[in-house]
């Protein structure tokens, strides 16, 4: 699957690599698991495995056709560091990136072991964005191991937000994401979790984009929080503080 994304924080979805196995709370409602087996039923090509991690060698070069610059999510429907992802797969995945530059790519990974262990054979460029999954404080350990890549520009996706993370090291971190679940079986999301976490973007200042409170029907709840919505994001390929003024909120 690829071409436009109703994601909010990125234009075009991306997926060399489809299909995924869990590993930790965050995967338990997997949004990619169910349109995987989705499309599986409806007789797409790429999902004739379902949700087995499969590679698409086919899709590898579909950035190179996308003559307008897209802000691109790569592996929506899988997680590029799988360990069964060879490293030379993920090298032509890189090399694609570097060769297409016009676009700027985002990578999410809950597997920041493996991110951290190759991230010493990958071709690293500015338009290369590297993030990670954290939902609790359980989780934090992997924001130590992006923080170790040769990623110019790194950033997490907290969500679906489980609990909350009142000590978050947000140093050599250029964005945070915060959202809670949605769809069947959605796990509820306190508003203080998220004020915390803003909070400490604030004090840091680090990019906050808040995406959705969530639930059964997210379209339902939104993404006010505190009277506005929260779209911050580094701007260009190279961060810096003073792009982002210290905003004045209500801690609470």
């Given amino acids: 699957m690829a071409g436009n994304s109703h994601i909010e924080w990125t234009d ?7 299909g995924c196995t869990k590993i930790s709370p965050a995967c338990k409602h997997c949004y990619a698991e169910r349109l995987a087996k989705r499309l599986q039923a409806m007789g797409q090509r ?8 499969t590679l698409q060698p086919h899709m590898l070069e579909l950035p190179l056709k996308w003559k307008r610059p897209n802000r691109v999510f790569v592996n929506s429907m899988s997680d590029l560091f799988h360990e069964d992802v060879p490293l ?11 060769r297409a530059d016009w676009h700027q790519y985002q990578l999410l990974t809950k597997r920041s072991e493996r991110l951290l262990q190759l991230s010493p054979f990958l071709a690293w460029r500015p338009h ?14 992997r924001i130590d191991h992006l923080r170790r890549t040769a990623a110019h520009v790194k950033f997490l996706s907290i ?5 909350s ?3 978050l090291n947000l140093r050599g971190i250029d964005w945070v994401i915060v959202g809670g679940e949605s769809g069947p079986g959605a796990r509820p999301m306190d508003p203080q979790w998220v ?18 409170w969530g639930g059964v029907l997210k379209s339902r709840t939104g993404r006010i929080l505190d009277g506005r919505t929260w779209d911050e994001m580094p701007r260009g390929n190279t961060p810096s503080v003073e792009d982002f003024p210290i905003l004045e909120t209500a801690c609470g």
Wanted: proline share 5%.
């Fill in 12 to 18: 075009a979805t991306w997926n060399p690599v489809t």
């Fill in 46 to 53: 790429n999902y004739v495995n379902g949700f087995r991690l």
């Fill in 88 to 98: 030379s797969y993920v090298q032509q995945v890189f090399d694609v990136m570097g």
């Fill in 128 to 141: 290369i964005w590297m993030g990670v999954s954290v939902e609790n404080d359980d989780y934090v350990f």
């Fill in 159 to 163: 969500e679906p937000l489980l609990g």
């Fill in 165 to 167: 993370i009142r000590k």
């Fill in 195 to 212: 004020r915390e976490i803003r909070d400490q973007c604030l004090r840091a200042r680090v990019p906050f984009f808040f995406k959705q």
